[in-house]
């Protein structure tokens, strides 16, 4: 392995870009405002019993309203690339058929804002707020119809920012979608199932490389813009070095990240998926298979985590997507944990690039998410964030160590600009690179966040390579 010279100074290329990612539901609010159609994250927020304070979206970070402020704020803190996502349900209130301008106008306006300030935008088209029509219509990405409005919505988006806009996103986290929305149930629409999560998982994919087939038959030569997906991977250790582990472990990675990029970059799922699921799991015929493949110019990684994976001593008689995985998870007692119970593993990072490198032959890849966060009550962290800070250096070393190695990385997205609605934990768990005050609706730089900001400007030279980020950081 290529060791980088500790005396060395952490350079990353030139063109590596240093951004920052939120998205419409966890920061607008304002969600009777400007003819914003319902989504099913209203819906699953004002039932009352799936979050843990109880609280909703309805306000949030009162982004909407407070939009230029925002972008203010990232000027300031010199970042280059800012990743949100559009509501569809302000596009088209009902998720398919008419237009609504109101909503055209406020991306139009966030987007021109950012170009002002020379920030590039990176737009995700689905960040998980379906517009609840859909869901009560079709019942939303279980039916196979989805697709093609889905493509509609995107068509609709790539007509009126295009211009502006050179990176998409078509769906974020189709695994955190299909597992937590249909298997755990912990999101909306809180479905508990052992089949309904491979079947959305197969419509957010056709809907990913529908929209994408068109955006390059009949808007890429023009726009000269670029598509990809966000997936999640935490990566998977094997416990010991023995066989049946080493297995566990890779199965694991197959169940999680394979699972949503095997079929975009090898032209089908997992043969160890299909293996075990038999005709639960949909299947792709010969024309999606030429689609799915020609889909993607970039693969965006959300990372936060990684386990230890092992064989487990019996089978579980039910079939849920666990049982269906057969992999126990547990942790390495010199991981430590943060306030969201996850391991903090910067090194899992790097392997996690380095696996996807060599399963995929070095696709152009981009962090699209990596952050930590602490709890509301932990006063101390929220103000002075030094744990945060260490985070975030220690993750871009692992970034710089797989650069080194050949990977094709071209940025990172801290996750997030701000604190903001953090799904079934509320406004209990705090992410932001910057405080809010959700009274005053305050917002504040952190230490990270200024951290963060030094670093995008010098291009990650000031990043302590030796230690990781072991090293006190004034300011
Ligand atoms: C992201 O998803 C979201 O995109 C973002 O909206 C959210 O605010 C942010 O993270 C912080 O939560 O133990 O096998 O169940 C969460 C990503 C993927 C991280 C799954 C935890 C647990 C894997 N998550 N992972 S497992």
Redesign the pocket.
């Known amino acids: 392995r290529n060791k980088i010279e500790s005396s060395k100074p952490v350079r990353f290329p030139e063109t590596f870009i240093w951004g920052v990612a939120t998205?419409s539901y966890?920061i607008e609010g304002a969600i009777d405002e400007g003819g914003r159609g319902k989504t099913i994250w209203d819906n699953f927020c004002h039932q009352g019993i799936h979050i843990s304070d109880n609280s909703t979206g309805d306000v949030a970070c009162d982004h909407y309203h407070r939009m230029k402020e925002d972008v203010a704020m990232m000027k300031q803190l010199n970042i280059e690339a800012y990743r949100f996502s559009i509501a569809w349900s302000r596009i088209l209130p009902n998720g398919t058929g008419g237009v609504n301008q109101a909503g055209v106008d406020f991306y139009n306006d966030l987007i021109d804002t950012l170009v002002g300030h020379g920030i590039e935008p990176w737009v995700t088209l689905y960040?998980?707020d379906l517009p609840e029509a859909l869901q009560v219509k079709y019942g939303g990405w279980l039916d196979p119809r989805i697709v093609d409005v889905f493509a509609e919505y995107a068509q609709v988006c790539f007509l009126a920012f295009g211009d502006r806009v050179k990176n998409w996103i078509t769906i974020?986290?189709a695994?955190?979608v299909s597992?937590n929305g249909f298997s755990t149930g912990i999101h909306a629409p809180g479905h508990l199932s052992s089949t309904e999560p491979y079947q959305v998982g197969h419509h957010l994919l056709l809907a990913h490389s529908k929209a994408a087939s068109i955006y390059k038959s009949f808007f890429q030569l023009r726009q000269k813009g670029r598509i990809g997906i966000?997936n999640?991977g935490?990566f998977r250790y094997p416990r010991t070095d023995r066989p049946e582990d080493r297995e566990a472990a890779e199965r694991a990675m197959l169940f999680?990240f394979g699972w949503f990029t095997d079929p975009l970059l090898l032209g089908d799922y997992p043969p160890i998926m299909r293996q075990l699921l038999g005709d639960r799991l949909p299947s792709f015929t010969e024309d999606n298979r030429a689609e799915l493949v020609n889909s993607t110019d970039f693969i965006g990684l959300?990372y936060?985590?990684s386990?230890l994976a092992s064989k487990p001593a019996f089978k579980t008689a039910d079939n849920s997507y666990w049982a269906d995985m057969y992999v126990d998870?547990s942790g390495d007692a010199k991981w430590t944990t943060n306030d969201?119970g996850?391991y903090v593993v910067p090194d899992g990072l790097r392997e996690m690039l380095l696996w996807i490198s060599k399963r995929y032959r070095n696709p152009l890849l981009f962090i699209t998410?990596n952050?930590t966060?602490e709890k509301d009550d932990n006063l101390e962290l929220v103000k002075q964030d030094e744990r945060r800070r260490v985070f975030f250096e220690s993750h871009l070393r692992a970034c710089y160590d797989a650069i080194v190695q050949g990977v094709s990385l071209g940025g990172y997205f801290a996750?997030?600009l701000m604190d903001?609605f953090?799904?079934q934990f509320g406004y209990t768990?705090r992410?932001g690179l910057c405080s809010v005050n959700f009274q005053t609706m305050e917002r504040t730089p952190k230490m990270s966040g200024q951290w963060y900001g030094a670093t995008a400007l010098a291009n990650g030279a000031n990043i302590d390579i030796e230690n990781g980020g072991n090293k006190n950081w004034q300011h």
Do not use: K, L, P
């Open positions: 998205s966890q960040h998980w974020n986290e695994w955190t597992v966000a999640c935490d999680q959300n936060y985590s386990f998870f969201m996850w998410e952050g966060a996750w997030s903001n953090e799904w768990r992410f």
